[in-house]
């Protein structure tokens, strides 16, 4: 099956300044894809150029397989995007909203699918209050129950949590993975919040200045690099007595009374235990520190050094 988005050596220049720079990139049938970058990295430009908002300078867009300047209406009709804060008539009720909306696609049995979109994104209970009334997090989940009115293959989510409490944070990922899971959607999600593409993404790409750094599957990115790992040790002051004068000292990054910290690659993880329980170390636990955000902040430093 063909990618759902396959960009190839996209550019997009406003005069001297490169807002995307030959980038390329590719979103897989299934995917939650995260999509990071500092704030002025070149993220929502790229989408923008993807939903065809905007002209690209160069490079192609396939969408499923299409190339979107030649089917630009094939493409786009099996996507839906939520693109910074959704905007809607806060005067109306979301069910008389979605309504309207669902006129302008020309929506076939429009107010069954509008009950079925109320009911996906947890809606139902307030469906016939004026959006007014709304908090943040609701109205992003009916910016949601919006995209998914016409049953789309895909959705673009621009900074889907932003603004969001945590609850509302969890809200918005919980509901995210049960679309992937429940109802088949691929799923682009653009974000800042590193730890939030952690939890739901399984494949990434991180951009900085218009250009790709790095990507692939979350896990494997974030498994490939050393990482920080604290083992919880019964005795510690023994423990850095026994690990001095080893090659494991020169991988100690802090301690306490209760931890040891290593930086450390995860095949190492099991020789250092090995090391230490022979050793008649007591060991309580292994907690990994290290997460996409000391990857991310590693990539873009190392990019800036080069």
């Known amino acids: 099956m063909d990618p759902y988005i396959e960009i190839h050596n996209?550019?997009?220049h406003y005069g001297?300044?490169?807002?995307?720079d030959d980038l390329s990139m590719k979103v897989l049938p299934?995917?939650?894809?995260?999509?990071?970058?500092?704030n002025g990295s070149g993220k929502s430009t790229t989408i923008r150029m993807m939903l065809s908002l905007i002209r690209p300078t160069s490079g192609q867009i396939?969408?499923?397989g299409r190339d979107l300047a030649t089917d630009r209406f094939k493409t786009l009709s099996r996507i839906g995007a939520l693109i910074e804060k959704p905007d809607f008539y806060n005067y109306l009720s979301a069910r008389k909203n979605?309504?309207?909306l669902g006129k302008l696609s020309d929506i076939s049995n429009l107010k069954t699918r509008v009950d079925e979109v109320l009911d996906i994104v947890g809606l139902?209970?307030?469906?016939?209050?004026?959006?007014?009334?709304?908090?943040?997090?609701?109205k992003q989940r009916l910016g949601i129950a919006q995209a998914l009115l016409h049953h789309?293959?895909?959705?673009?989510?621009?900074?889907?949590?932003?603004?969001?409490?945590?609850q509302g944070q969890k809200e918005i990922r919980d509901l995210i993975k049960s679309l992937n899971r429940d109802k088949n959607i691929t799923i682009l999600i653009s974000s800042h919040i590193l730890y939030e593409i952690e939890q739901i993404a399984n494949r990434m790409i991180i951009i900085d200045r218009g250009k790709s750094l790095v990507e692939g599957n979350v896990q494997d990115l974030v498994n490939s690099q050393d990482r920080q790992v604290a083992f919880v040790l019964g005795d510690t002051t023994a423990a850095l007595k026994l690990l001095d004068n080893t090659p494991w000292t020169a991988r100690i990054l802090k301690s306490n009374d209760e931890r040891i910290y290593f930086k450390i690659n995860k095949d190492e993880i099991p020789h250092l235990n090995t090391f230490l329980v022979e050793n008649k170390m007591q060991i309580f636990a292994v907690e990994p520190v290290r997460s996409l955000e000391d990857f991310f902040l590693q990539i873009t430093d190392d990019d800036k050094v080069n």
């Open 30 to 38: 299934g995917d939650i894809y995260g999509f990071l970058g500092p």
């Open 62 to 64: 396939l969408l499923f």
């Open 152 to 166: 789309p293959d895909l959705i673009v989510l621009d900074e889907p949590t932003n603004g969001l409490d945590p």
């Open 124 to 138: 139902v209970p307030r469906a016939d209050s004026i959006v007014r009334t709304y908090s943040l997090g609701m």
């Open 16 to 20: 001297p300044i490169k807002a995307v």
């Open 10 to 12: 996209l550019s997009k």
């Open 98 to 100: 979605l309504e309207i």
